[in-house]
């Protein structure tokens, strides 16, 4: 019983995406997160094309933003 209970909490497990702001830059990073809370998001670690290892301070949020919900449509030109 508490394996089949346990596979519901694990199977209802969503992944969501973060948006994060870079402390004094205009840099937007977007983050996936498997569990936890956005805003628990204090530092991201990322590489430059030199292989650079950089750290950026940035304050997150999970708000969905009209911006992530853009319809993009296909372009008409392959139609014809």
């Known amino acids: 019983m508490l394996v089949a209970g346990l596979m519901v909490v694990t199977s209802c497990t969503k ?3 973060c948006r994060c702001s870079v402390k004094g830059s205009q840099l937007v990073r977007i983050i996936t997160l498997k569990g936890g809370s956005c805003k628990n ?3 991201v670690r990322h590489y430059d094309a030199l292989d650079t290892m950089y750290y950026d301070t940035v304050f997150c949020t999970d708000y969905p933003f009209e911006a992530d919900s853009l319809v993009v449509y296909p372009n008409h030109e392959e139609e014809e």
């Open 41 to 43: 998001i204090y530092y």
């Open 15 to 17: 992944e969501k995406n």
